[in-house]
């Protein structure tokens, strides 16, 4: 399918249908989303979560080169009801606050010229230990062996773990997990990563030396506001749950003032983690003085679009040069919709 769809925009791109879906398409507003910059080999196993810094790179250059005008997000929201943004205006976003994102890609933007928003979710910035549920996936996504023996946190005997199957990958992954997050600190699961790399024989050296699958530290954040990032809302522990308000509510207080106690500015955008609403949470939104909220859904955005529905593309390692420029031109929008 991805090959079929691979010849059709290339066949598009020459006869010169992406010019033409461009100008169709100009006064529709880009979303770019992006995750993770990788420090070493992290787009290897999480190619949707990571790009590497050439790859995206190239896309910059792109977005240059191809004339797509780079605007904040605050400025995009407040034209987008009557769509008064510069022609094929495009929104740079970033969600989570992978440490990439600074190291990695924070000098290429200053070099563009082109401003970009922050998604934060502050729990893991404040710890500074690395992402468990990320390293525990790459753990069991590349381990080779067939059984593991642990003693669950919580629990004090050990058990013996089948790890043939992805379903019995599956049902391990589950227990530990669920067992971590009942019994153990950030700092507790930081050390038993370490023990889960030894159990599972996997040579994780590369993630615990270069610091990979961690967050921006609280002074990176302010170095990046005062360098002109703009810092905003992605809940503290990256959780938003519909069936929750109240839980709801408070992820998203304590994720500001997480931020807006390093910054010297307010927050008022928001990014729904793992892409995750109901539309009965927009009242909360609204109470909370929030402008706008964004999605993990494809598409294009216009003075239609709600403004707690913002489309966006998520751009990764995993996408081709051609992907991204179809995205881009509004033809791939058009492809969706006709395959729909
Ligand atoms: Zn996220």
Redesign the pocket.
């Known amino acids: 399918m991805k090959k079929v769809k691979l010849v059709i925009y290339r066949v598009a791109k020459w006869t010169g249908i992406f010019h033409l879906f461009r100008k169709l398409t100009q006064n529709k507003l880009r979303i770019l989303c992006y995750?993770g910059v990788s420090l070493d080999k992290e787009h290897d196993f999480f190619d949707k979560l990571f790009i590497t810094k050439s790859t995206y790179e190239k896309r910059m250059k792109y977005l240059e080169k191809a004339q797509y005008p780079v605007v904040s997000l605050e400025s995009a929201v407040k034209s987008l009801a009557d769509e008064s943004y510069p022609k094929c205006a495009t929104v740079i976003t970033f969600?989570?606050g992978w440490s990439g994102v600074h190291s990695e890609i924070s000098d290429t933007m200053e070099e563009h010229n082109f401003p970009w928003t922050l998604?934060i979710?502050t729990y893991y910035m404040n710890k500074q230990t690395q992402v468990f549920n990320i390293v525990f996936q790459f753990l069991l996504g590349t381990s080779s062996v067939d059984r593991a023996s642990i003693i669950l946190p919580g629990q004090e005997t050990e058990q013996t773990f089948p790890l043939s199957s992805q379903s019995d990958k599956d049902n391990f992954y589950h227990s530990v997990s669920e067992a971590v997050y009942a019994n153990m600190s950030a700092e507790e699961r930081q050390t038993f990563l370490e023990q889960l790399a030894l159990t599972l024989k996997v040579d994780a050296s590369w993630i615990f030396s270069n610091g990979c699958f961690k967050y921006i530290t609280t002074e990176q954040l302010k170095e990046l506001f005062k360098r002109g990032v703009d810092m905003q809302l992605?809940t503290h522990r990256?959780i938003f749950p519909p069936e929750n308000l109240e839980k709801s509510e408070t992820e998203i207080v304590e994720n500001r003032n997480e931020i807006e106690r390093l910054i010297d500015n307010t927050t008022n955008h928001f990014?729904?983690?793992?892409?995750v609403y109901d539309k009965s949470q927009f009242l909360l939104l609204e109470k909370l003085g929030i402008d706008s909220a964004t999605t993990v859904k494809n598409g294009l955005n216009d003075k239609n679009t709600n403004k707690y529905e913002l489309y966006r593309f998520l751009d990764s390692e995993s996408i081709q040069q051609i992907e991204f420029e179809a995205e881009l031109c509004g033809f791939a929008s058009f492809v969706r919709k006709v395959l729909r």
């Open positions: 995750h969600d989570d998604y979710s992605h990256h990014c729904y983690p793992s892409g």
